[in-house]
């Protein structure tokens, strides 16, 4: 598969596939997006009750006020499954049901603090890859529109260089230049629709605020490799 390249993937734990679905397949899921938010905000009280949410909570609370059927059959395909067992070295034993990732507009500053980093799996960074996390981007998303941010080489860091790099995420003036001391790179997954990010699920990421008037439209689905 011309887009994969594995062992940028063993390194970085995180590969962009640009332009992986046609952008035509998007542009009818984006439609059938913008109809669902619609509905979804003539509810009476929806955009005022989603504000008042913390930043990061606002995201799964509209994600899930919206249903879009098809979505997993349309993102996840036999040919992005193939790409992952290729980047995992076997065949995934699972796979989870696509979610929506959906920010309202204009959260507001953008900022790289407070930020919910964590691992979807804990899992030994010497050992076998866990799985793979895939993130779907079903329209642009520019920088600082609101995409997953990425600790790129956080998934070979053992849990003895753990608590040194949290510290950097806690306390650092000038994030990207401490991350890089500890040879670590901060991935936004902005770009076009039709893009994929496929990550290896003990890689550090975060939700980030959406500065943008432009909804976040995302998704995501867990492919796990078992034993
Ligand atoms: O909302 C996001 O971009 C982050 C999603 C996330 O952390 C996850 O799916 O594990």
Redesign the pocket.
């Given at each position: 598969m011309k887009f994969i390249d594995p062992d940028h993937f063993a390194a970085q734990g995180c590969l962009r596939l640009e332009g992986f679905h046609p952008r035509t397949r998007l542009a009818a899921l984006k439609r059938a997006l913008d109809l669902e938010l619609k509905r979804v905000h003539a509810g009476r009280g929806v955009s005022a009750s989603l504000r008042a949410l913390p930043v990061f909570q606002q995201?799964g609370r509209l994600s899930a006020l919206v249903k879009l059927p098809g979505l997993h059959e349309t993102l996840a395909t036999p040919d992005l499954r193939q790409g992952v067992a290729h980047l995992g070295g076997r065949t995934p034993s699972g796979v989870q049901d696509t979610?929506l990732?959906l920010?309202p507009v204009k959260q507001g500053t953008w900022t790289l603090q407070g930020l919910n980093w964590?691992v979807?799996v804990g899992a030994d960074a010497d050992g076998p890859i866990p799985g793979i996390?895939a993130f779907f981007l079903i329209d642009d998303v520019t920088p600082h529109g609101?995409?997953?941010l990425a600790l790129a080489g956080s998934h070979r860091l053992g849990a003895d260089a753990m608590p040194a790099l949290r510290r950097v995420l806690r306390t650092s003036t000038d994030l990207e230049r401490d991350l890089a001391g500890l040879g670590i790179r901060l991935v936004e997954m902005s770009g076009r629709a039709g893009d994929v990010f496929l990550m290896d699920l003990r890689t550090l990421?975060?939700?980030?605020v959406n500065t943008t008037a432009q909804v976040r439209m995302?998704a995501?689905t867990r492919y796990f490799m078992g034993e």
């Open positions: 995201i979610q990732l920010s964590h979807d996390q609101g995409a997953t990421h975060t939700p980030s995302m995501t």
